[in-house]
Nanobody, 123 residues
Framework: VQLQASGGGLVQAGGCLRLSCAASGRTFSNVAMGWFCQAPGKEREFVSAIGWRGRTTSYADSVKGRFTISRDNAKNTVYLQMNSLKAEDTAVYYC?????????????????WGQGTLVTVSS
């Protein structure tokens, strides 16, 4: 699976962004997808994940109520709608795919990773 993340950029605190991750190379509809982030000097962290049907989702406590993950299997794309952004959301965001249909909050559970897209939130 090849993953291409996009949608990052510079936004003011309180603003919003929508990240996209386009997948290719294998059947997308039966794999779970996740978003992770890594801020400078910090370890990679789980952000959100979605099951293969889109019915099951998981969020880090820090983004609950602000971020929404979704997927369009017809377009082989997963999205992360990021609202009410905070300066501490600044990081490189990576999408990932796992060869299982259910969600996982551990990065080690994912088999494929995109190249990352930078989100910078100014305060």
């Amino acid at each position: 699976v090849q993953l291409q993340a996009s949608g990052g950029g510079l936004v003011q605190a309180g603003g919003c962004l929508r990240l996209s991750c386009a997948a290719s190379g294998r059947t997308f509809s039966n794999v779970a997808m996740g978003w992770f982030c890594q801020a400078p000097g910090k370890e990679r962290e789980f952000v959100s994940a979605i099951g293969w049907r889109g019915r099951t989702t998981s969020y880090a406590d820090s983004v609950k109520g602000r971020f929404t993950i979704s997927r369009d299997n017809a377009k082989n794309t997963v999205y992360l709608q990021m609202n009410s952004l905070k300066a501490e959301d600044t990081a490189v965001y990576y999408c990932a795919a796992r060869s299982k249909p259910w969600v996982d909050e551990l990065g080690s559970g994912y088999d494929y990773w995109g190249q990352g897209t930078l989100v910078t939130v100014s305060s």
